[in-house]
């Protein structure tokens, strides 16, 4: 069965600083993975998709790297504003399109 | 791309009463799902929406408490049946533009629900 962890649960940083999101998967048969952002009370924005054959993928300040293999995904922050102040969500896409999903990593960035 | 609005936004609703929830497509899209989101929790997928045909539940979800319809390629409805206090959740409708495992999946502003 898989299932997807993500560390930490929380975090909390000062302004300008870069920081690391962990994600890791339990089965590595994949199809791709994404990265989402919760507001509270509000539904999901998709950040990136990476695809089970790529290693990483770019969005402005965000980079999100796979390695299938280990079962890890991380999403970099860079330059982090308090903006980016949210609910950051890793989910893995399986046979059927089934979508399982981590339990999130609150952010809080301080201005 | 697609975007995905859903009505109501919130509702507050008495035990024993059922609720439908209404999630609408920008475009016509292949996939439709609904998925839970319970108070402090992650995401939990309900079922998949199949146009034309009776949605594909997940383990733990039935079609007595939550039926759902997707009569076109850009609507359906999922309906909260019988609630309790424990079906005080986020509701949130995605899709899927095309048939591949590659695309991004989107997904509706959710509905909040709150059972007394």
């Known amino acids: 069965k898989q299932e997807v962890t993500q560390i930490p649960a929380a975090l909390s940083v000062p302004e300008g600083e870069n920081l690391v999101l962990n994600c890791s998967f339990t089965?590595?048969?994949?199809?791709?993975l994404q990265w989402f952002r919760q507001d509270p009370g509000k539904g999901l924005t998709s950040l990136l998709l990476?695809?089970?054959?790529?290693r990483e993928q770019t969005s402005g300040r965000l980079n999100a790297s796979l390695d299938k293999s280990s079962g890890r995904s991380t999403l970099y922050i860079a330059a982090s504003q308090p903006g980016d102040s949210a609910t950051y969500l890793c989910a893995v896409i399986v046979g059927g399109f089934k979508t399982i999903f981590g339990a999130g990593t609150r952010l809080f960035v301080k201005a | 791309s697609a975007v995905i609005s859903q009505k109501p936004s919130r509702d507050i609703c008495q035990r024993g009463t059922s609720l439908t929830i209404q999630c609408q497509v920008d475009?016509?899209?292949?996939?439709m799902f609904w998925y839970r989101q319970q108070p402090g929790q992650s995401l939990t997928l309900i079922a998949t929406?199949?146009?034309?045909?009776?949605?594909?539940?997940e383990s733990g979800f039935v079609i007595d408490k939550f039926p759902i319809s997707r009569p076109n390629l850009t609507f359906s409805t999922l309906t909260v049946s019988n609630m309790s206090p424990e079906d005080s959740s986020i509701y949130l409708c995605?899709?899927?533009?095309?048939?591949?495992?590659?695309?991004?999946?989107?997904f509706g502003p959710g509905t909040r629900l709150t059972v007394l």
């Open positions: 089965d590595s048969a994949i199809y791709n």
């Open positions: 929406a199949n146009q034309g045909s009776e949605a594909t539940y």
């Open positions: 475009s016509q899209v292949t996939m």
């Open positions: 990476i695809q089970s054959s790529q």
């Open positions: 995605s899709a899927v533009t095309s048939g591949s495992h590659t695309d991004t999946q989107y």
